[in-house]
């Protein structure tokens, strides 16, 4: 295979992984009611139906063994319009020697524990992957060299880039017109490129199904969701994919567009994605059902279908789940999620997720095509970027991220320990160079990575988006609860939840300080990876069976991706900041106990829990990582 390293200025230093000498470590259609939205367009939405022709049959062709890897299955057959995914992989398995480690830490360094950057050779068939898998190999092409992020700049523009609303957008012929002129172009690059759409869309089943180790000298599972990765790997992704689309387009301003499903006049499947089959923004692997105008749920669950609910009560259910989700988890652990280092058991048990990543399932979910084996394309970690509206969704991911830091007069800070700002991942960029990148390195959109987002008002801030209590708590079925969690240690049982589950759950005795939330904790969730898990969480709710998001008493909910077998099963845990809501439903200090109610949405007869218990925490980024 011809080199992949193009010729470089002279100042940029390519790093062979075979060296022995070692890395320094960096420091740290809302539908409106009348014929035009509030931007002065034309409320015409247009939806086309088109059946992807797949066939049990087609799923099912043998595939066979190469350099160790599994060669693609057979993708089924499509008609003209329809993109033929998955065509690549066949060359991700080269039996290259990487050598010396250049990633390893100094052994005395035993306080920083960071994720290492995989080596491309360590990229295996996924861990994760789910029964009847459309691809199977997501590595990308080996390479023994990197180069730093700051030697990746030396040759990139560094021209502020905004990201704008696709909702917007799509009333822009000449933007929607480079952009899907950009996402064609990556899509004719031969699959065994890195910039090809193909090789795009597999990093995100790689480095989230398992494909690599945390490092190079441990062989743990790497994965980058249920944790604090979450949100600067997802960050890191567009940010290449990006400067891929503009440099195929010869375009160093272009950026991609953010879907802006917390603003009402979002809260749709963009039509620039849905309403042309023929464009390459489309993809035949959604719910059919829940194309424009149809408005978007982000209380949505999948056995329970559609609620029949106006759009304006849509609307008040969405803004009052992002308030709250968003404005009260004010701690990086909340918001972000959990601590996640080297060494961490991340193959099957799993810190936390933070509230942005359990909102953004919810949207997965909603898109995904349910009558597809694994829900793909959205519906599935494995598949999620074969989608392009995937990464408008994880660009509105990326910009909550930057609002939620701006609350509380901007004292809102990201988590300040080594684990998390060493953490290493690498990429391919523009010109088919990896660059080897840190969390530290992408702290500030505008500042690190030369984006901003324009366009977005924030609806959901509003004071009047948090939800009000319904009727005073009468305790009636107080008295039947089941107990409350104890330490995750010592869970020896679990209830099952296969009906709605009330726990009695004692507070802290000790007084909750000035600088301190009340967190409510569902300890030991555990549930099979393949299927699309929720439960809703309620307090001191006497009718769990009509409480909605507009309610206080609908404290939070959770949410989980499908990205395994049905053999396999994870563990983790749910936090959700309760000091606020506990104020509205007028719970004083003087109150013990609360009730918790949890209610299964979606496979609940296969979820485990632990039990429930609250903690007070105080207001910090600084969080012990053991």
């Not at 799993?350 to 909603?366: F, Q």
């Not at 509105?396 to 300040?416: A, H, I, P, Q, Y």
Request: negative net charge; glycine residues 4%; aromatic residues 10%.
């Amino acid at each position: 295979m011809a080199s992949l390293t193009p010729t470089l200025p002279p100042s940029v230093n390519i790093v062979n992984l075979s060296s022995t000498s070692s890395i320094s470590s960096l420091p740290i259609w809302k539908k409106k009611s009348h014929a035009a939205s509030k931007h002065g367009k034309p409320n015409h939405y247009y939806a086309s139906r088109v059946s992807c022709k797949a066939t049990d049959d087609d799923m099912k062709k043998p595939i066979s063994p190469q350099n160790g890897h599994e060669q693609e299955a057979h993708l089924g057959m499509f008609d003209r319009r329809n993109i033929l995914l998955g065509l690549g992989g066949i060359y991700g398995a080269a039996a290259t020697t990487l050598g010396n480690n250049p990633f390893a830490r100094a052994a005395e360094d035993c306080n920083d524990k960071p994720i290492l950057a995989p080596e491309f050779s360590s990229c295996h068939l996924p861990n994760d992957l789910p029964s009847k898998p459309r691809v199977t190999n997501c590595c990308p092409p080996n390479s023994k060299d990197f180069i730093h992020f700051s030697d990746h700049l030396k040759y990139t523009s560094k021209k502020v880039r905004a990201r704008r609303p696709a909702h917007i957008l799509a009333y822009d012929k000449e933007y929607v017109s480079k952009f899907e002129r950009a996402i064609a172009e990556m899509k004719k690059l031969p699959p065994e490129d890195p910039r090809s759409f193909v090789q795009q869309a597999k990093i995100h089943c790689a480095y989230c199904n398992g494909g690599y180790p945390q490092s190079p000298t441990n062989d743990k599972t790497l994965q980058v969701h249920f944790s604090w990765l979450f949100p600067p790997f997802h960050r890191w992704y567009l940010y290449f994919f990006e400067r891929i689309l503009a440099e195929l387009i010869d375009d160093p301003t272009f950026a991609i567009p953010f879907w802006n499903w917390d603003d009402p006049d979002g809260m749709h499947m963009p039509i620039m994605y849905a309403d042309n089959i023929d464009s390459p923004l489309y993809d035949c692997f959604r719910n059919r059902a829940h194309v424009p105008p149809k408005f978007l749920d982000l209380n949505y669950s999948r056995s329970a279908g559609d609620i029949l609910a106006d759009d304006i009560t849509l609307t008040n259910n969405n803004l009052k789940i992002l308030h709250t989700r968003i404005v009260d988890n004010n701690t990086p652990e909340l918001f972000l999620g959990k601590c996640y280092h080297l060494g961490s058991e991340a193959s099957r048990l799993h810190s936390g997720a933070g509230s942005l990543e359990i909102i953004h399932n919810t949207l997965h979910a909603w898109v995904g095509d349910p009558f597809m084996p694994n829900n793909e394309d959205m519906g599935n970690f494995y598949s999620s970027g074969f989608d392009t509206l995937f990464y408008a969704h994880h660009a509105n991911v990326d910009r909550l991220w930057s609002v939620w830091k701006e609350l509380d007069g901007g004292t809102r800070t990201d988590f300040t320990c080594k684990d998390w700002l060493n953490t290493e991942f690498i990429f391919y960029d523009q010109k088919k160079i990896p660059v080897k990148v840190t969390v530290a390195e992408c702290l500030s959109d505008e500042k690190d990575l030369f984006y901003k987002y324009e366009g977005a008002e924030n609806t959901w801030k509003d004071p009047n988006n948090r939800p009000t209590g319904r009727l005073p708590f009468k305790g009636a079925n107080a008295t039947t609860t089941l107990p409350s969690a104890p330490a995750a240690e010592d869970i020896t049982s679990s209830v099952v939840l296969d009906s709605a589950k009330k726990f009695l759950v004692k507070r802290p005795t000790a007084k909750r300080g000035d600088n301190q939330n009340e967190i409510l904790v569902i300890e030991g969730i555990e549930f099979p990876t393949d299927k699309f898990v929720k439960f809703d969480i309620l307090i001191n709710d006497d009718d769990a069976d009509n409480c909605t998001p507009a309610s206080a008493e609908f404290a939070d909910f959770f949410t989980n991706v499908p990205h395994g077998k049905s053999d396999q099963t994870i563990k983790t845990k749910h936090t959700t900041n309760i000091t606020e809501l506990l104020k509205i439903l007028e719970v004083s200090d003087d109150d013990k106990t609360i009730l918790v109610t949890l209610v299964p949405r979606d496979a609940g007869e296969k979820v485990k829990v632990g039990g429930v218990k609250i903690e007070y925490a105080k207001v910090t980024a600084e969080i012990e990582c053991l």
